[in-house]
């Protein structure tokens, strides 16, 4: 069965800095990977997502990440974060020919001044 | 302007008293499912469809029901809510893309 990891709960950064948040992946094939945010009291908006060809993925906000399959992580960045990106980070996996989409636990992040 | 809908978005009830939570979407998808999110779990599948008639069993569907009898509504109902189905709910839909449209969550809270 598919699994996420998302080894980091809370991460604090503060403005300005960069923020890499981890997902790791279990599962049998390559499968199609998400990263979802979610603002506090908001639902779920879709920051990337990974189907096939470049490894480096470019999404909204400003954030982007990469793939590895080597080690099966999917890790998302952003190269200076605003006080707006506080908020709750999901990892998501689907695999090819599926539908279930599975989450991580979730990274909350809180952005200091 | 393409979404999922959900009503309601807050629901406080008592243990025992059946309630539904409606989802709509307007995007002619096939797929739709309800997910619950709960602090450090993320979020997990309850059910399923996979189109009209069609419903399937996800990762969490004790104590839930759902129906599918119009392509564009997938209620979620809880027959008997107890105080352990307090959570956020989520219904998605999808399309013949892998990437799933979330409606704006439901808080629900049972007494």
């Known amino acids: 069965a598919q699994s996420v990891t998302q080894p980091d709960i809370h991460i604090t950064v503060s403005e300005g800095a960069s923020l890499e948040l981890r997902c790791n992946y279990s599962y049998g094939a390559t499968p199609y990977l998400f990263w979802y945010v979610q603002s506090p009291g908001q639902g779920l908006q879709l920051l990337l997502k990974y189907f096939s060809g470049d490894t480096l993925v470019q999404g909204i906000k400003g954030f982007e990440a990469e793939f590895k399959r080597s080690q099966s992580s999917f890790n998302l960045r952003k190269p200076s974060v605003h006080w707006s990106d506080a908020a709750e980070y999901f990892c998501a996996v689907v695999g090819v020919n599926d539908y279930k989409l599975s989450f991580g636990a979730g990274t909350t992040v809180t952005v200091r001044a | 302007e393409a979404q999922v809908t959900q009503n309601p978005r807050y629901l406080i009830t008592v243990t025992g008293k059946k309630l539904t939570v409606t989802c709509s979407q307007n995007?002619?998808?096939?797929?739709m499912s309800w997910y619950r999110q709960d602090p450090g779990l993320g979020l997990r599948q309850i059910y399923y469809s996979m189109n009209v008639e069609v419903t399937d069993k996800g990762d969490v569907p004790e104590g839930y029901k759902v129906s599918r009898k119009e392509k564009r509504n997938f209620p979620l109902i809880l027959e008997s809510p107890s105080p352990n189905q307090t959570s956020l709910y989520f219904c998605?839909?999808?399309?013949?893309?892998?990437?799933?449209?979330f409606g704006p969550g439901t808080r629900l809270t049972v007494l």
């Open positions: 998605a839909s999808k399309g013949r893309v892998h990437e799933q449209f």
């Open positions: 995007m002619n998808h096939e797929y």
